[in-house]
Each structure stands twice: as C-alpha cells, then as structure tokens.
C-alpha cells in the first residue's frame, strides 16, 4: 500500500511503500530530486543517498537512440500481442462524464505471445535480481527494489518453476471526462508447478488510483542532522 507522486517536467518524484508479507512489514520511503534519489526503510534511521550519474553526451545520445529503438519495437510487440483482443473491450458511460473500461480473458484467449512472458513475468516479480550481488556489497536489505521483490516473494510463499501459464487477466478502468484514468484494477492468475512438481494457482492484484493531474508536487527532504550513507552505481555484468 503505499502514495506516489510525480512531476514528469522536473524529473522528480516522492513515494512511501507498506509492503508486507510472511508475518512481517517494511515501510519504504523515497525522494528522487533533481541532484539524485534518496531512499529510508523502517529497518533502519540510515538515509540512503545515491547521487545522479553523470552520463557523457555521446553516450546520452547513444542511449536515447537505443530507447527509441526499444519503445518502438515494444509497440510493435504490444500491437501485435492485443491488436485482436479490441473487440473483447467493453465500455459503459456512467454519470459525471465517466466512463467505465472492462476486459476479461480466460487462458483460451490469451495471446500465445503473452503466455510465453508468464515465466519471465513471475521471475521478475517473485525473485530478486541480483541478490547474490548485492549481498556481496553488503547492500542486501537497503536497495528498496530488492526490499519489494523479497517481501514480494514471501507474499507469494510459493515458487512456480515449471509448467508456468496465464489462466485469467481481468483489467477494470474508470475514466473521467477529461480522458485521464482516475482508478485502475487489475487481477491476474498464474498457475504452475513449484520444484516437487506440486500445482499451484497464484493471483496478483494491482489498484490504483490517479488524482491532482499536472497539479502534483513530489515531496522533498532535508538532509541536514540526518544519518547518511552515500551508495555508489552498481556495475552490472552480463
């Protein structure tokens, strides 16, 4: 559970995230301002700084090109994954100019491109990326994305790694009249074999809900008198 806010303009945001599960919770707080991002878990008083990256302007634009090149093919995957399931859409005008979007599909109707990413999906969701790494740095239990997918994992308290498929994907959306979603929910049913080739069916739910469009300001925060602990960039190998 947890309250995000954004300003896309100034490239900074704010947030504070309550994840639980496995009998315990974690609460997660975060500032990305302008000099860098700044992150405090309820496990500690221990501010977390990591500072901008400066990136050089040949390599800036390098990695614009290649953004463009990946969004531009992920809409060509996405057009092709969902072209057809358009006519599954449904929308229902409701009072106050809102509008109601609705789309229901079983595993039959699925893309099969869909069903080939539930594996990666739940790899991604149920197991932390890394973790073999960050632990080494003594990083393990600070990163708040490694906080999330391990609290996550436990939620889950099983492990799908075999015979992994999409059974169900239920999305429902609200509308305002100005054309901007104002709820979201989403459901979506996993089912698969854990190692002792056990079945298991695993439901993830997403609601969200939007406001104070392009009226929005993150929250900032001084650092003064506070504990701080400077995290450099990892180096990823591949």
């Known amino acids: 559970n947890g309250l995000f806010k954004a300003d896309l303009s100034k490239e900074t945001s704010s947030g504070k995230l309550q994840i639980g599960g496995a009998g315990s919770e974690s609460m997660v707080e975060f500032y990305r301002q302008q000099d860098g991002v700044i992150w405090k878990t309820s496990a500690s008083d221990t501010y977390y700084e990591k500072a901008e990256q400066e990136v050089p302007d040949a390599q800036e634009a390098k990695d614009k090109d290649q953004s463009n090149w990946f969004q531009q093919q992920a809409e060509t995957i996405i057009d092709a ?3 057809n399931l358009k006519n599954e859409v449904k929308l229902t005008d409701g009072k106050d100019g809102l509008s109601h979007i609705s789309l229901s599909l079983d595993q039959a109707q699925i893309p099969a491109i869909l069903q080939a990413a539930a594996p990666l999906l739940i790899q991604q969701l149920t197991h932390p990326e890394d973790k073999h790494f960050a632990a080494k740095q003594g990083e393990h239990g600070t990163d708040p994305e490694e906080i999330i997918q391990n609290q996550l994992r436990d939620a889950a308290k099983v492990d799908l790694t075999q015979n992994i498929q999409l059974k169900q ?3 429902e959306a609200d509308v305002n009249g100005d054309h901007l979603i104002t709820d ?11 190692a ?3 079945t298991h ?8 809900q ?6 929005t300001t993150p929250d900032s925060i001084d650092l003064s008198g506070k504990k701080v602990e400077q995290v450099k960039h990892r180096t990823r190998r591949f």
């Open 81 to 83: 994954a969902v072209g």
């Open 210 to 215: 939007l406001q104070n469009a392009n009226q």
């Open 201 to 208: 069916e695993l439901t993830m739910k997403l609601h969200v």
């Open 169 to 171: 994907v239920d999305i």
């Open 196 to 198: 002792a080739n056990a």
């Open 184 to 194: 979201q929910q989403v459901a979506v049913t996993f089912t698969g074999q854990d």
